[in-house]
């Protein structure tokens, strides 16, 4: 049974305060717990303590990013996702060399952000190979999707896309969390391509049924709902 959002702790290692205190007010939005730290050896050993993920800058007093990168890989396996305004190839490799899981250059998008550290999390989610929802059937193994025992076949995206909206439940996603969430951050394209995706995957997983799965939510994006 995999972990529930809101029972994630985040530690934010940012020594600017209003950067912190942004994060942190985003990410308890999101149901996430979240602990601050102001310079790098509060950081270290506050993460030393096995949080589920650190959000890390690198400029920082008392000892810097890399240092805590280095010093945490050497005992834990946590998750860490590097902030920093050094935005060179160099710098992204160090931190990724030195145990940085992830690496975002300053300024970011919040959305990116949530994606991202969305993403690290269910590294650390066990496996749930099959995902039943009403009469719909995921099974993750053999990679087939079935309603009413009526197999229904989907692109890749299309699985993709439905099975980020059932692993996430009753939260409204935006188009650009769906995005990066399912395409990724890396994929330049438009986020508007949700929309169409979504009208594909309900003329297959809706189309002919009296109770709709996936709803929308107006100005807001989409969601599946128990």
Not at 20 to 30: A, K
Not at 189 to 200: A, E, F, H, Q, T
Request: hydrophobic content about 40%; glycine content about 6%; aromatic content about 6%.
């Amino acid at each position: 049974m995999e972990k529930a959002e809101n029972a994630y702790r985040i530690l934010v290692v940012e020594d600017d305060a209003a950067i912190g205190r942004v994060l942190q007010l985003e990410l308890e939005h999101e149901g996430y717990r979240v602990e601050l730290a102001r310079d790098g050896l509060s950081g270290l050993e506050r993460a030393l303590k096995e949080p589920d993920l650190v959000i890390l800058d690198l400029m920082l007093p008392r000892m810097d990013g890399m240092e805590v990168c280095k010093r945490v890989r050497a005992k834990s396996r946590v998750p860490i996702i590097m902030l920093t305004a050094k935005d060179r190839v160099p710098d992204r490799v160090a931190g990724l060399d030195m145990g940085a899981d992830d690496y975002l250059t300053k300024p970011f998008s919040t959305d990116e952000l949530l994606a991202r550290v969305r993403a690290r999390l269910r590294d650390k989610e066990p496996a749930v190979n099959v995902i039943t929802y009403r009469d719909l059937i995921m099974d993750r193994d053999r990679h087939e999707v079935s309603r009413a025992g009526t197999p229904i076949a989907l692109t890749a995206k299309e699985y993709a896309l439905l099975e980020y909206l059932l692993l996430h439940r009753n939260k409204v996603h935006s188009r650009d969390e769906l995005f990066n969430g399912v395409w990724g951050s890396d994929f330049l394209g438009d986020s508007n391509l949700i929309d169409v995706y979504i009208r594909y995957l309900r003329g297959k997983i809706d189309e002919g049924f009296d109770d709709k799965l996936i709803t929308t939510v107006r100005g807001v994006g989409y969601t599946i709902k128990d």
